[in-house]
């Protein structure tokens, strides 16, 4: 009697949400900033399907096979352990995935600028604050259509010469990780567009120079950084390999490079892995 009483307390307690949907992420254990490819196959239809990680929603999309496909991440610096990655259909969720978040050791990068950039006049902290406002409303935007398809390019093929998520020494301070990759590339080399999207922000600024921002829809990002000068306007729609601007060493710099960058639904993601993933979504997807 015990028993049935208590396998029917199973029963009634078991989420409604639990036959509905098989996920799959890959890989279930992922470094902070490392984007990682989520797949769901529903029982039933949806209109719209999101996974969200640590507050952060993303979109999934439909693939040739039926199921939906998308990516999630961790920012680089969010805690490390354990984080539940939650499916939802139409608002209604229908699975869920524990996954093992970890800090991987990217390394330590030393360099040295000028002062100006570590003791900043009141005048230029208002001014960073002002520009740091401006991108992060840029990287906490929501376009809901997906602007690009197929995989996205590397704007340079040059060496890596700073990797993603590397401690950063500076003038013998450590400050905040790098949160993209350092390109090789001589002054004025052009520099186009990792994919389709919208021109969402060119601008100036103290830390990062002559800096581009696009929006390729459904919470992706990507940054152009210390250029030596933007050649798109800020509304402008562009596409994959299009010229956006030119290499420069505008900004707190050590010498000409590109600085280019990824967020995903504002988490700042390792530019090479997204690259990877995204090539795996368009093979799912059909694209």
């Known amino acids: 009697m015990r028993a ?45 399907v999101r996974a969200d990680l640590l507050g952060r929603s993303t979109v999934l999309s439909k693939g040739r096979d039926g199921c939906w496909y998308g990516a999630a991440a961790a920012d680089l610096q969010d805690r490390t352990g354990q984080a539940v990655l939650r499916v939802r259909a139409d608002g209604r969720q229908v699975a869920a995935a524990k996954l093992t978040l970890y800090r991987a050791d990217r ?9 100006k950039y570590l003791e900043l006049s009141a ?18 935007s929501f376009t809901a259509r997906r602007l690009w398809s197929g995989g996205f390019s590397l704007p340079l093929p040059n060496k890596v010469v700073s990797a993603f998520g590397r401690r950063s020494i500076v003038n013998g301070q450590e400050r905040s990780p790098h949160g993209g990759v350092d390109l090789r590339g001589a002054a004025g080399t052009p520099v186009p567009a990792a994919a389709d999207g919208t021109v969402a922000l060119v601008l100036d ?12 829809g459904q919470g992706l990002v990507t940054r152009y ?8 306007r800020q509304g402008q729609k562009v596409k994959r390999g299009q010229i956006i601007g030119k290499v420069g060493a505008t900004g707190r710099v050590t010498g000409p490079h ?6 995903l639904a504002g988490a700042q993601v390792d530019p090479l892995a997204w690259i990877q993933v995204s090539r795996k979504l368009a093979q799912r997807l059909g694209e």
């Open 258 to 263: 590109l600085d280019f960058g990824v967020k």
């Open 205 to 216: 600024a103290y830390f990062s120079g002559v800096t581009v921002l696009l929006d390729h």
């Open 225 to 232: 950084l210390h250029l030596s000068q933007a050649l798109v």
């Open 4 to 48: 049935a009483l208590a396998a029917a307390l199973a029963l009634l307690l078991w989420p409604a949400w639990a036959e509905a949907a098989s996920l799959s992420v890959e890989p279930a254990r992922l470094a902070l900033g490392q984007p990682g490819l989520v797949r769901v196959c529903l029982k039933q239809n949806a209109g719209q």
């Open 123 to 140: 005048e230029n902290l208002a001014r960073y604050r002002r520009e740091r406002a401006l991108m992060q409303a840029v990287f906490g």
């Open 107 to 115: 390394g330590v990068r030393r360099i040295t600028v000028d002062p």
